[in-house]
């Protein structure tokens, strides 16, 4: 089962462009592309963090997953 929320960071092997078009619609949190270091992720769940403290407002641009 899913929850829509809580947030989903994807790490794989494809590029970051690549896995944002194969699970666009999906409400991706985060995409980090794998191999990775810890900082990279420290970076992507920061943002993350940072997104669910402050949500877009109507009319922002948002929508768009950490990279």
Do not use: H, M, W
Not at 14 to 33: C, D, K, M, P, S
Not at 39 to 55: D, G, K, M, T, Y
């Amino acid at each position: 089962a899913s929850r829509g929320d809580l947030p989903v960071v994807l790490a794989g092997g494809y590029t970051q462009q690549e896995l944002i078009q194969r699970f666009a619609g999906r409400n991706l949190a985060g995409v980090i592309q794998k191999p990775y270091v810890r900082s990279q992720l420290i970076v992507v769940l920061r943002r993350v963090a940072e997104s669910l403290q402050n949500p877009p407002r109507d009319g922002d641009a948002g929508g768009q997953p950490s990279v």
